[in-house]
């Protein structure tokens, strides 16, 4: 078993993620098996009940894992299928050894940190990288080096390089390198005080991934070298690109493939990224332009919705069109939300498609109902997913059924027209974490609808992250009035798909399929909401 492990320096955001994804990839195309493991040093066991405004999207797992977005990058870079067993974090590894305290497994031993701690991490990782079967195990060490919290995963890493060896250990460390003044000089010396920091605790990185606005001087390499005691070709340039699938490319063609084979002593063989290279192709050639606005409430931090921006990228790739988004956080202020809905309407006017995506909470939830009013009357491509589905049963129950109080029970618990309920499940769960309808589920679709054509087959199995759902005691009397429920959960209670005959695409989801979009193969639902969004563009400009 052969273990990279991918820390970073500086500061925050600068990129592990990709790093370790991109390398990855390179692996995997080099005919290695290939898994990765993300390490957060953050008290809870999983992303679950964190804000998106804290931590960025809730990436969801087949298993039902609810983890850190640096998942969803791995599974859509080595088209692999992780578990939450892939996502350690510091709340998982204390829970592990005090429920193992409390029963005596330590036959009365003091439990420290370490060794008890870090044995726990070194074990969690090597168990995940054996189950996987993977030849290469990439593992993302999340925070910065230097934060207390990260500690006792930096130690497990350090003893691990120890213990297997570095012919089977590797260090991969990405930094940030400035460019300061007019005279735009390259400055190094942050990443020499972050390699001084990784050192000082027993680790010696063995390639440096430099982050750049700007490709890296021979004369920065070298100075890199000098100091950090790197081999002046595993000095890499990561500098800055017009999009991230071009990074496995940029890696590629600084030989880190071959750094890797040198250092693990693995044998060397021919990478064959055209499959990807024809992807970055059809990305970058695409011509013209769809604006499709995202209707929420977390558009304030755009990666609150990075798979659904991803998921964008490859259905617009596969369209050959570039999809431009309009972030537009969904009005709700009682004072004065007539003015804010004129001006998001006045936006959406502009836009040839409108995604109303998940959400917690009732904030905003007005302004997305006067969202998919505004598609439904204008004919305008809509797609809603999970809450958006609900909420456009919701405005359809409203206005074209005179139900003016249909709403949510999540809402208004009061409401004489509940279309959307609680899961009979969820009634006596108590905590939040982990209890939610989670994960990969079997749907059944009806065919002649349009979820049929947009799938191609019966049996679908997506992601879910859900509490509520259509209420079953009014599904008949919303279909009678013309909407149609076009996929069912296996045991056929659940509404799995809705959709509206008779307009171009009018369609929403209680699932999440931006979550199983990739490059080669994007999802189904965002592949026909740009068709239609280019469609409708073309038939806005022929009349």
Not at 36 to 62: Q, S
Not at 393 to 420: I, Q
Request: aromatic share 8%; with cysteine; proline share 5%.
């Amino acid at each position: 078993m052969k273990y990279i492990f991918v820390t970073g320096g500086v500061l925050s955001g600068l990129g592990k993620g990709i790093a370790t994804s991109s390398i990855g990839l390179l692996l995997k195309r080099c005919g290695y098996k290939v898994t990765a493991i993300k390490i957060d040093p953050y008290l809870n066991c999983d992303a679950g009940t964190m804000n998106p405004y804290e931590h960025g999207e809730v990436f969801v797992l087949h298993d039902g894992g609810e983890v850190d977005l640096d998942l969803g990058n791995y599974e859509r870079f080595l088209d692999t299928e992780l578990s939450s067993e892939h996502n350690i974090t510091t709340g998982k590894v204390y829970l592990s050894v005090i429920d193992r305290e409390r029963k005596g497994d330590y036959l009365g031993k003091t439990v420290q940190i370490i060794p008890h701690i870090v044995n726990e991490i070194k074990t969690s990782i090597t168990r995940v990288a054996v189950s996987a079967g993977a030849d290469v195990c990439m593992v993302e060490m999340g925070g910065t080096v230097g934060d207390i919290e990260s500690m006792p995963f930096l130690e497990a890493a350090r003893q691990m390089h120890m213990e297997h060896g570095p012919e089977n250990v590797i260090f991969v460390h990405t930094t940030l390198i400035p460019i300061m003044g007019v005279v735009g000089e390259q400055k190094t010396k942050p990443t020499q005080h972050s390699v001084k920091e990784l050192r000082s605790i027993g680790i010696q990185p063995n390639i440096i991934v430099g982050r750049c606005s700007e490709p890296l001087d021979a004369s920065t390499k070298e100075k890199i070298s000098l100091f950090c005691n790197v081999r002046p070709e595993a000095v890499i340039s990561a500098h800055d690109l017009k999009n991230t699938y071009k990074v496995p490319l940029l890696l590629q063609e600084q030989n880190v493939v071959g750094i890797i084979h040198g250092l693990l002593r693995m044998k060397e063989m021919p990478c064959d990224m055209e499959p990807w290279s024809d992807f970055v192709d059809r990305f970058e050639s695409s011509e013209g332009v769809v604006r499709i606005a995202i209707v929420g409430k977390y558009t304030g931090l755009k990666d609150s919705y990075i798979s659904h921006y991803k998921a964008f990228e490859h259905a617009g790739a596969e369209c050959g069109v570039n999809v431009e988004l309009e972030w537009i956080d969904a009005p709700e202020a009682e004072h004065d939300f007539e003015k804010e809905k004129r001006v998001m309407l006045s936006r959406l006017a502009e836009c040839h498609g409108i995604l109303v995506p998940g959400g917690f909470g009732s904030r905003g939830t007005r302004g997305k109902l006067e969202a998919v009013r505004f598609a439904r009357e204008n004919d305008v491509p809509f797609l809603g997913i999970c809450l958006g589905l609900q909420i456009a049963v919701t405005e359809f129950a409203r206005n074209v059924m005179g139900l003016e109080k249909a709403n949510s029970t999540e809402f208004d618990p009061d409401t004489p027209h509940p279309v959307v309920d609680i899961l009979p499940e969820q009634l006596r769960v108590k905590n939040k974490g982990g209890t939610m309808r989670l994960g990969a589920q079997k749907s059944i679709i009806r065919p002649g609808t349009l979820a049929y054509r947009l799938y191609g087959k019966e049996v679908i199995y997506e992601r879910h992250r859900h509490r509520y759902e259509i209420n079953p005691a009014m599904i008949e009397s919303i279909e009678r009035a013309g909407w149609v429920f076009s996929a069912v959960s296996d045991d056929g209670i659940k509404m799995e798909i809705g959709e509206l005959p008779g307009k171009l695409f009018h369609i929403g989801s209680q699932f999440h399929p931006e979550f199983l979009s990739h490059p080669n193969r994007p999802a189904p639902l965002f592949l026909g909401l740009v068709r239609a969004a280019v469609e409708f563009k073309e038939r806005e400009a022929g009349s």
